[in-house]
Every structure is written in C-alpha cells, then in structure tokens.
C-alpha cells in the first residue's frame, strides 16, 4: 500500500505540474510577441543554457497581483529544450518547476515564472538575476592562491547550510551542490541556491537513486562507489567541498574520473575498513586495492595558515568518508564556528563586504 501511495502522490503532483504548465502553454499561444529578450550567455550545462535577459511581464496577464512589479526586468532565463514537443514535457522539468513553485526560502533561488515557446519547442524558466556565482567570486577575488576572508566564509557558508537544512526539512536533496549553483548580488549580501534539475524527493518509497548525480569534485564517496540509496549526506559531503574551496581557494579534489575521485579522497582522508565504514565493499563500485591507500592527512595541512581553525573543523566534520558519520546541516549550524559570529549576523555589521568584487549596480 506504501507503494500505491507513493504512487497516487507522485502521479498527483505530477498531473497538478503538468496542468499548470498547460495552461500557461495554451496562454503563451495567445501571445502575439514573445515576452523574452534574451541578452547574453551566462551560463550552459548538459540540461540547459542560461541568459542574462529582459522580460516584458507586463505582456503576460496571469492574475498575479505582483504583475506590474516585474514588467521589463531583467532577469536570468534558463531555457529548456524540448527534444520531441509530441512527448510532452519532461518528467525531470515537471519535477523541476514543482520543486521550485513550493520552496520559499531566503537563501533558495525564487521561480518567478515560466513559458513556453512553440515555435522554438523551448520552456523558458525565469529567475532574479544575480551577477555572479560562487565559483566566479572565489576565482576573482583569490586568483587560485589562498582563500576568502573568514568572515565572507562564514557568512556564505551559513547562506548555504540554510538553505540545504531547510530542503532537508522537506525531504528534498539538491543533488548538484557547487560553487556555480550558489549565487551571489554584487556585495554578498544575498546568496542564492540554484540550479535544482537533479533534486529529488526522498520523503516517500522510492526506486533506487541515480548514481551520476553531483558535479565529480563535490560527488560524495558513496555516490562515487555506486549506491543507490543515498540520502541527505550526500550533499553536507557537497558543502564540506565549497566550504574548503573558499578556504583554499582551489577545489578540495579534483579527479579526472570517479575512480581518480575516490582514490585521491583515500589519499587525503584515508580509506574505510571494517570498522569505520564496514558497507563500503559492498557498494557496486568498489575495488580491492582501494584498501591500500591508508595515509591521512590533516586538513589543516592543505588550508592556509590564516584559515579559521574553526572553518576548517567545520569542513572535517563534513567530510566524512561513511556518510553516517557526516554532521546534519542542522548540527553545522550550530557549530562553534558560527557562534562566534552570530552577534555580526544579527546586526548585520559583518565586514564581508570588504572584499567583494564592485559590480556596478543594475539600472
């Protein structure tokens, strides 16, 4: 009965999705110029392409009171290809935009609206635009040697457990954690997770989980060795990843493949036996000579000096081999870490503007 349950809901939220869509669909052919100007390539990934764009809101009349609010602003436009429009609309975009549509959250990106265009078989998802991500500030403010102030580590990395504690709370795993799908405004003051077409529900029974889940530098062991059961440590392993990044300011490991991944993980971490992570050999991807790799390292040793001891027990804390022995984003909020610094959160005097790159404001 669990699984006709799981079903019936699925199928539910699925044809709810779906309707809405629709309706939208049936309204865009009533569109005599397309709301969209699209203005330049931000950004391009396996599953769409995004623009710094204009949308003409004021052209799309849906009984929204906040209509008049988004008239000709710009905005980031992910668009959405749709391989056979006599197919329907994806499961993994339905799934997307019903994510999206009941997630509210300061530190989560805020769907503001969706088309579709039949001429070009494309759905266009519409978000605020921000003018940088999290990768492009660590690259240009640090250049690949050292890291970001402690205090723009701090206050990103409290945005970031935020918002994966409160998907958490929902049962909902992002699955994509990085630097490019944290997005922040010109002074840092706003950070944004993005980028939710591999999030799942966990909440009710399932089939086994992808496995090809994660960009490979921040995919978590277990995910790397195979298993299809996974859960919320999947992606605290993906914010240990970012939170040593900005420490560093370079990625913590960067494999060529999910074997290189996992070996030069072992080789910093150490590898599991039978008593730290007892399931690691049963996992589909597992290899004997991974065994071999022993050496630990401290993460003290591959931070720089003036990293905050307290960032970096952080990381460790995260970075876990065996996913149950991982901190929750709960427990990571309240480490002493960010105790230290919760008088600055609540006043808001914290100085992590200070080294923020001066992106012009837009008009």
């Known amino acids: 009965w669990l699984r006709t349950a799981a079903y019936r809901f699925r199928r539910m939220s699925l044809l709810d999705t779906r309707s809405s869509i629709h309706h939208h669909r049936q309204k865009q052919q009533q569109q005599q110029q397309f709301p969209m100007e699209l203005m330049a390539l931000v950004g391009e990934g396996i599953y769409g392409k995004v623009y710094k764009a204009r949308w003409h809101r004021r052209s799309v009349d849906d009984g929204d009171d906040d209509d008049d609010s988004m008239s000709e602003r710009i905005c980031a436009v992910k668009t959405i290809k749709l391989r056979d429009e006599s197919e329907g609309i994806p499961a993994s975009v339905l799934r997307e935009v019903g994510l999206l549509q009941a997630l509210h959250h300061p530190n989560i990106v805020e769907l503001r609206g969706f088309t579709v265009d039949l001429k070009a078989s494309t759905i266009y998802l519409v978000f605020d635009f921000y003018q940088q991500d999290l990768a492009r500030f660590i690259d240009l403010s640090t250049g690949g040697e050292g890291g970001l102030e402690d205090s723009l580590v701090e206050h990103i990395s409290h945005g970031v ?27 840092c003051s706003d950070i944004k997770i993005a980028d939710f077409g591999l999030a799942r529900e966990i909440g009710i029974p399932t089939g086994p989980l992808a ?18 059961a996974y859960g919320e440590p999947l992606d605290v392993w993906s914010i240990g990843c970012i939170i040593l990044e900005m420490l560093r300011g370079k990625a913590f490991v960067t494999g060529s493949s999910p074997e290189d991944q996992i070996c030069k993980i072992f080789a910093i971490l150490g590898a599991p036996d039978d008593t730290t992570w007892p399931e690691a050999d049963t996992l589909p991807l597992w ?21 905050s001891p307290a960032a970096v027990s952080l990381a460790g804390a995260m970075l876990k081999v065996c996913p149950s022995h991982r901190i929750t984003c709960e427990e990571g909020l ?28 837009l008009s």
């Open 161 to 187: 457990l935020e918002g994966v504690a409160y998907l958490h709370s929902h049962k909902i795993l992002h699955r994509d954690l990085k630097p490019h799908n944290i997005l922040l405004n010109w002074d």
């Open 211 to 228: 496995v090809d889940v994660v960009t490979l530098w921040y995919r978590a062991p277990e995910a790397l060795l195979g298993s299809t």
């Open 287 to 307: 290899r004997s000579h991974m065994r071999l790799v022993s050496r630990v390292v401290p993460l003290s040793d591959i931070v720089p000096e003036e990293a």
């Open 334 to 361: 309240a480490a002493p870490y960010f105790q230290d610094h919760l008088q600055d959160l609540c006043s808001g005097s914290s100085s992590s503007s200070s080294s923020c790159v001066d992106y012009p404001t």
